[in-house]
């Protein structure tokens, strides 16, 4: 399913790879993925819960 999708990284990724980022995928949910750990783990958020922590860390 996550691997299906389109992922991209945080504006602030200096896009090396030791660069300690996540990626994130949004479509009727948010994805969020380690960068370094493509095939691992991946948290599931609402659009909403997802915008809402965007808004608080911006």
């Known amino acids: 399913?996550?691997?299906?999708?389109?992922?991209?990284?945080?504006?602030y990724s200096n896009d090396t790879i030791e660069s300690a980022c996540v990626e994130v995928s949004l479509a009727r949910d948010a994805l969020v993925r380690d960068s370094k750990a493509t095939r691992g783990d991946v948290l599931a958020f609402s659009i909403q819960a997802w915008q809402a922590f965007v808004v608080s860390v911006a």
Do not use: G, P
């Open 1 to 11: 399913m996550s691997h299906d999708r389109s992922w991209r990284k945080s504006s």
